[in-house]
């Protein structure tokens, strides 16, 4: 039975990327060696990271002031990357809080200098993005969290700011058309609608590095990572060719832009059923609701068994909802096709 999934990272990628990846494993280019055997300064491997890097900057229409790094410590080791390169000594920072993984970078931040939380939607279980709030030019930069997965709210518009713009897309780059010029440093974790987890996407603006005055670490100095072509260390050389496949994927179909279309398209068919039958009922407040991931949950808890064996027995898989939440959650990522969407809004629709 073909099964449609869900899971919200790591998750679906298209099956092409999986069986030209696959094949890799067994013989990369010809060699008649494996890609996870051959060495990482070898020409064939730098030939991937080159591609993977330029596509990044063509998808998102950048130009040569941003540099794009692929690195590992999943999104988790960026939150303290950003405040080690970017947060003056004496400095602040200021951070949007809006979910599990934001309060996790305004922690580890923190940790290393002065952090103002300029909006919150913690009191009322991050259910919203907070809106109507200001951040002048006293910040040494503003940390926003683009989509949440777990409570299944997103970002629909970015502020105006005096200082940089600072955004952990780890869920969904790549997913909706953006003006990335707006941003001076990008971080993504793969696993969603990039590749397999394993890297770290950076996209940074070189101009605002160096400028802390700060002994960084080694492996946390973005400009070290540059210097090196992102290679400072051994890369994850399977996670960042299955990335670049996927890229090539998407730029093959329509890049962003399409992408986008057919995002838009799922989340309607999805969120239209919940709003109409009366046995779901979503979390996320309208405005805010993520294309990427839909959390919602039952009116009449006496329907959980049957609901989750019909769900079950139709193919689908990982829509469970998140242990610190509860409900349910649909990830809608980049390679899942509607067609799975449309199985879940069947089976939603036989208990109405």
């Known amino acids: 039975m073909k099964k449609h999934n869900f899971s919200a990272g790591p998750c679906i990628l298209p099956a092409e990327v999986f069986q030209k990846a696959s094949e890799a494993i067994l013989n990369f280019n010809d060699l008649g060696l ?32 941003y540099e794009v790094l692929f690195l590992q410590g999943g999104a988790s080791l960026q939150f303290v990357m950003v405040p080690f390169n970017l947060m003056k000594p004496g400095g602040k920072a200021a951070y949007l809080d809006t979910g599990t993984w934001a309060a996790g970078a305004i922690k580890e931040a923190q940790k290393l200098g002065t952090v103002d939380i300029v909006g919150s939607s913690k009191e009322q279980n991050y259910s919203f993005i907070p809106k109507n709030y200001q951040i002048g030019a006293e910040y040494d930069y503003f940390h926003c969290t683009s989509n949440n997965t ?32 707006q941003f ?39 400009q070290l990572h540059i210097d090196k072509e992102s290679m400072l260390n051994t890369p994850p050389v399977f996670a960042i060719y299955t990335s670049l496949l996927t890229l090539q994927y998407m730029e093959k179909n329509g890049g962003i832009e399409a992408a986008e279309k057919r995002n838009e398209a799922k989340a309607k ?46 193919g689908i898989n990982g ?6 939440l509860g409900g349910y ?24």
């Open 150 to 181: 777990i409570y299944g709210t997103q970002m629909k518009s970015f502020p105006e700011t005096d200082t940089l713009l600072v955004c952990d897309m780890s869920s969904d780059i790549f997913s909706k058309v953006l003006d990335f010029s």
């Open 319 to 324: 829509l469970n909802g998140h242990r610190s």
């Open 184 to 222: 001076d440093l990008i971080y993504a974790g793969a696993q969603k609608n990039m590749g397999p987890a394993g890297t770290t996407l950076v996209v940074v603006k070189k101009e605002i590095l160096g400028k802390t005055d700060k002994n960084i670490p080694s492996y946390l100095n973005y």
């Open 269 to 314: 068919l999805l969120y239209d059923e919940i709003d109409r039958n009366p046995l779901f009922e979503g979390y996320a407040v309208k405005e805010d609701r993520s294309l990427m991931n839909v959390s919602f949950k039952l009116t009449d808890e006496s329907k959980k068994e049957a609901f989750d064996k019909a769900w079950k027995e139709a």
């Open 329 to 352: 959650r649909a990830s809608l990522y980049n390679a899942l096709p509607i067609e799975s969407v449309q199985v879940l809004v069947n089976v939603m629709q036989s208990f109405s």
């Open 34 to 65: 494996s890609l996870l055997e051959i060495s990482h300064r070898s020409k064939d491997f730098v030939s991937v990271m080159e591609e993977a890097r330029a596509l990044v900057k063509k998808l998102m229409k950048l130009g040569d002031d």
